[in-house]
């Protein structure tokens, strides 16, 4: 069953066993509020339990790009197409955020991105591997991201 995610009033409900539930949620919110302003987008999520297609396939680019495997359990995925991107986000228990950006007509503009949780300590299958930025949100705090672009073809 799929959720939309209201950005206006945060719930942490589907990430309620995250040490960081709190920030975790407010992170799936700026998510929500920047495919509500760029494109009309309603953001959905659907428990992890329900969604094994979305999680094999983020899976699926993330080992096949740079051998990446996530230890930490899964909570919340989304899937969707806006215009010409294919679009899959997957939410983890210790607060990390991964999606992976896939434009369908232009092999130049893919890529998978991370997004950390205010608070947690970056995962030990990213660390050395990523230079993370930082980002002020008003719905999340600090977020740090980092990303790579997908060579092969998904």
């Known amino acids: 069953m799929s959720t939309i995610v209201d950005f206006k009033n945060v719930s942490v409900a589907g990430?309620?066993?995250s040490p960081v539930a709190e920030v975790l949620a407010?992170?799936?919110a700026n998510e929500a509020r920047y495919f509500m302003n760029k494109y009309k987008h309603e953001f959905t999520t659907v428990p992890a339990g329900e969604?094994?297609?979305t999680l094999d396939y983020v899976k699926r680019v993330l080992k096949e790009e740079r051998g990446i495997e996530f230890a930490a359990q899964p909570l919340e995925t989304s899937l969707f197409q806006v215009e010409n991107i294919k679009w899959a986000f997957v939410f983890y228990e210790d607060g990390l955020a991964v999606n992976v950006l896939y434009t369908v007509d232009d092999p130049k503009k893919?890529?998978?991105g991370f997004k950390l949780s205010e608070g947690m300590e970056?995962?030990?299958?990213?660390?050395?591997?990523?230079k993370f930025a930082r980002q002020k949100s008003k719905l999340a705090g600090t977020i740090r991201g980092s990303f790579f672009?997908?060579?092969g073809e998904y």
């Open 149 to 151: 672009v997908i060579k």
């Open 110 to 112: 893919r890529a998978v």
């Open 122 to 130: 970056v995962p030990k299958e990213l660390e050395e591997k990523f």
């Open 15 to 17: 990430l309620e066993s």
């Open 26 to 28: 407010g992170l799936r």
């Open 51 to 53: 969604s094994q297609e």
